[in-house]
């Protein structure tokens, strides 16, 4: 069976949450998990076993990341140029402590012991950061980021580094950091040793608390902020050009697709049931139900921005109309099918070997 340009389309978009999902259930896990390590009091016995668990992990993590990256590359590539573009001033400071943890994390072994503690707060602040900066770049995009398309398409930006860090961004930035520490708190007690299990068990429950609270508020805060909304008509099966199409903005338009099906209202609730499910298994030491909770969690938390934002992939907020979608800022029907036969058989190869470690 032929699928046309829009089915391609979809099915990209659909591709680009799953592997959205796998980083943040392998790199953000990893990093939440090692943030934590200077509040475990953990000795350097147990210290060397959690860091050797990591560095056999932290290369084949990162390859989700590079997956993803690639996917809006080929799959988006004015998206993949708007906010790497826009971004540029935050993009090292999450790139390269990514970057250098599998080193880091080899080189721990064989390091002086007069060094390890400052190794070890160095690793935590090379998980928090970029944990924290990813999330302020997703509230961002929910803003909407400074670029104006020129006719002949054309990427100007209009920000600066200041300009990222406004309240909003910061709350998202708190979100996903308190997600993926909860996420590696539980992790840390079904792994960990009985002592880490239940330092880690003591630290879910605050953790797990704030990331439901501040989840809350950020959905609270949407329902006033400017959302953008697409007034001309959807052309899915029309060639990619963004320029052709009127957005306008407004206050909680990105709540349209829950009123237009409201079946999908779903999707964040089940981020707080199964935050609430994660908590309770938590405390009852049912430590692999509460990792497998915290997981659905992570899951329907990436769900829940790509649909309130859909069919926005990059919203402008300096030049409305420049802003691009799923369906206007695509590859070619050649290239999207290309992708999707690709991608679709890396992402179970990818999911089956990180599910194996």
Request: a neutral charge; one cysteine or more.
């Amino acid at each position: 069976m032929t699928l046309d340009y829009s089915i391609l389309r979809l099915a990209a978009w659909a591709l680009l949450s799953l592997f959205a999902i796998g980083v943040s259930l392998t790199v953000l896990a990893e990093l939440g998990a090692a943030s934590l390590l200077p509040t475990l009091n953990a000795n350097e016995s147990q210290r060397r076993a959690l860091t050797a668990q990591w560095a056999a992990v932290t290369a084949g993590n990162l390859a989700w990341l590079a997956a993803l990256i690639a996917l809006v590359f080929f799959g988006w590539p004015s998206v993949y140029a708007a906010v790497f573009s826009s971004f540029q001033t935050l993009l090292p400071f999450v790139l390269i402590p990514l970057a250098l943890r599998p080193f880091a994390l080899y080189v721990r072994a064989g390091l002086p012991a007069n060094w390890l503690e400052k190794w070890d707060r160095g690793l935590s602040l090379g998980a928090l950061l970029p944990t924290f900066l990813l999330g302020v770049m997703i509230g961002n995009l929910i803003k909407g980021i400074p670029f104006h398309l020129q006719s002949d398409m054309r990427i100007a930006l209009l920000g600066n580094l200041g300009g990222l860090f406004n309240p909003f961004s910061m709350l998202v930035g708190a979100v996903a950091s308190a997600a993926a520490t909860s996420l590696g708190a539980l992790q840390l007690q079904l792994h960990g040793d009985s002592e880490i299990s239940e330092r880690a068990k003591a630290l879910a429950l605050p953790l797990g608390l704030a990331f439901l609270s501040l989840f809350a508020l950020t959905g609270l805060w949407i329902t006033h902020l400017e959302g953008y909304h697409v007034t001309t008509d959807i052309a899915p099966l029309g060639p990619s050009n963004p320029l052709s199409k009127f957005v306008r903005r407004g206050d909680g338009l990105w709540l349209d697709n829950y009123e237009h099906e409201p079946s999908l209202i779903a999707i964040p609730s089940l981020v707080f049931i199964a935050g609430i499910a994660m908590l309770i298994c938590s405390r009852r030491d049912k430590a692999y139900w509460a990792s497998l909770a915290a997981a659905v969690a992570m899951a329907m938390l990436v769900l829940t921005a790509g649909v309130s934002l859909f069919p926005f992939l990059a919203p402008s907020n300096m030049s409305l109309n420049s802003s691009l979608t799923l369906w206007d800022a695509s590859a070619s029907e050649t290239g999207l099918r290309a992708l999707l036969m690709f991608d679709g058989i890396l992402f179970p190869l990818m999911a089956i070997s990180s599910r194996w470690r």
